[in-house]
């Protein structure tokens, strides 16, 4: 079993690039059936932290944009494109 680290311990970045790296690996086929398994779950975790991490991200974003006058307007964010998302 490989050691990973704590997936909110991961930056950003980090975390994007681990999925990233797991999804080609699942994507070749040449693990065994145990790696991917765990692999597939590690995927997932990280999935769901970049999710909601953006989704954070997004509200911040909502909530810090200003109208035309200098007043505080809370505008929604599109929602992220998770068209390339992990079907679960």
Known sequence: MAEYKNVEDL???EASTELELIIRSLESGEM???ESLESYTRGVELLKSLRSRLAGAEQK???LLKDIDGNDELVPGAPADDS???NL
């Open 32 to 34: 065994e059936l145990e």
């Open 61 to 63: 974003v909502s909530v």
């Open 11 to 13: 930056s950003y970045k």
């Open 84 to 86: 390339d998302a992990l």
